[in-house]
């Protein structure tokens, strides 16, 4: 069971809403997380240097909280490893043919009201409506 923590969560997507804006005023790009990745990996871009201090902070910033508080994240998977890869390389593909990623489209895309970012939200959405609905009441859950 997933634990509800609706002022985490609010504050939480309030600074990923305000990193987004930042990005978008100052830098004129969409904060989409695979995008940025993409531009840093191989070091080609010549925006490299704002791309990889963009995923600096976004790897610094909770590595902070945890190095200067005694706030823990915890994380157990029932679900097994080679699945989990599995997934990982699955969510790779519909990236890369949805054009994006869910920060990208979701965040940003809706916000500037993309019909192609409404649309892909819409289909994450639903995509995540029937997996879960198939892992826990198909095939019985995790």
Known sequence: ????TPLASLAGGGLIGLAAVLLMAFNGRVAGMSGILGGV???LASDW???AAFLVGAIA???MILAFSDYAIGFDSPV???WLVIGGLIVGV???YGSGCTSGHG???MARLSL????ATLTFMASTAVTVFVVRHVLGGF
């Open 1 to 4: 069971m997933t634990e509800f």
């Open 41 to 43: 990996i191989p070091p």
């Open 49 to 51: 240097a704002w791309r």
């Open 61 to 63: 910033a909770p590595a």
């Open 80 to 82: 097994p490893t080679p």
């Open 94 to 96: 519909g990236i890369t």
């Open 107 to 109: 965040v940003c895309g």
């Open 116 to 119: 192609r970012s409404i649309c």
